[in-house]
C-alpha cells in the first residue's frame, strides 16, 4: 500500500465562512506519519491533499480524524474492515467538499467501519461524514456561504443539486457516533449537504450512540438502508434535505433506548432559516420500523418538515405518525396534504397509531389535522421493505 503526503493542518484552517455559531472547540490533527502500531496495524489519520487508496488485505488503525482534502478520492475495496481507535469524536473519517469516495462492497464482501475496542461499545468512535456542495437553507439561497460541521467545523453546503461526493455501496458502519456534548455530536453516517450525483445503496449502521443516518439539507438519494440500535433517531434530517430514501429497515433495540424511527425538521430550529423557500421535502418508500415495546415513536414530524411516505410497516412501537407543530411561522400540518402525506400504512401493537401536538406559544391548528387528514391508503397495501433478502449476508442484527 502506497500512503500518500500528508499535510499538517489545524482543522479550523481549512473551514471557510462559518454563517452559524459553533462553540465546540477546534481539534487539532496529530499527525502520525501513516507508519505502523504496536498492534501492526498501518495507522491512518491526518489530512490527506492526494488519493488514498487502501488494500482489502491490510488491518487499518483510523488512529485520529481522517480528512480527505479537495480534489481527492478515498478508495476503499470490498472486503476491507477500519478499525478506529475508541477515543469518541477524536477518530473519525470526513470527505470535504470537493473530495470524494469510492466505498464499493458487495453482498459477500461489504466493507466495515468499526471500533478497535477489545469490548466494542456504541460511541467509540465519530463514524463517516461527507460534506457536500448541495443547497441547505441555514445559508441564504444563491449565495456563495457555507455551514459548518457540529465537530470539527468542517464547510458544508452550496448551490449544486447534483454535486458528486462519490459512491458508497454494502458499507456497514459500527458503534460510532461519539460526543462531545448534547448539542456536538456525530452519527453513524452524517451526510452535509450532500448532493445526488452521490450514488448510496446497502449501508448498516448498527449499535450508535447518537442518530444512524442524518442529512443537513442536500439532495442525497438512499437505497436499501438499515439502522439498528440507534441510541437516538435512527433516520433524522434537517436543514432542507430532498433527496429519497427507499428501502429502509429500523429495528430499536431495548438495550439502546432509542427516541425516533424517523425525526424530521424543515430546518434547523438551534441555528437559523436562511432560505424559508428550502423546507425538507423528501420522498420516502419501502420503510420498516420494528420497535422495542417502549413508548418511542416511529416518525415524528416538526419544524415544517414535509415528505411524502408510501408503503410503511410499523410494529411494537408505542407512538405511529407524530405531527407537531411547533414553529408558528412554519407550521408542520400546513403541509397536510400536498407536502406531508403518509400512504399505505400498517400498524402492528402500537399504542397510539397518531397523534397531532402544539408547543405553547404556537397554538393549535384550526382544525387540527386528524389521522384521515394524514395517512390515505390502506393498511393492505403495506408491504414495508423485504429486508430478509437484501439485508441476508453483510449486515448484523
Known sequence: MKLNKLLILFLSAIALTNCTSDDTADIVININNGGTGTSGAVNIS???TENLTLDANTEYLINGPLLMSRGTTLTIPAGTTLKAQPVGVNAYIAIQQGARIDARGTQSNPIVLTSAAADPQS???GGLIILGNAPINSTAAGSTDTATSEVGQ???GGNEVADNSGTISYLRIEYAGGAIDGNAELNGLSLYAVG???SIDHVQVYLGSDDGVEFFGGT??????????AEDDSIDWTEGYRGNLSNVYVEQLASADGDSGFEMDGFNTDFSLEDTSLLSRPTVSNVSIVGNNDNSRAFRVRAGSGGIFTNVLISNTGRGVVVEDDESAFRTSDNIPDDLLFTDVAFTNVTTEYSYGFEAGVGTANPAPTQADVIKGTSANATGTDYATWGA?????
Open 46 to 48: 491526518g489530512v490527506y
Open 154 to 156: 468542517l464547510s458544508y
Open 123 to 125: 460511541g467509540d468512535w
Open 196 to 198: 445526488n450525483g452521490t
Open 393 to 397: 449476508g453483510w449486515t448484523r442484527n
Open 220 to 229: 442525497v438519494n438512499l437505497d436499501f438502508v438499515s439502522v439498528v440500535g
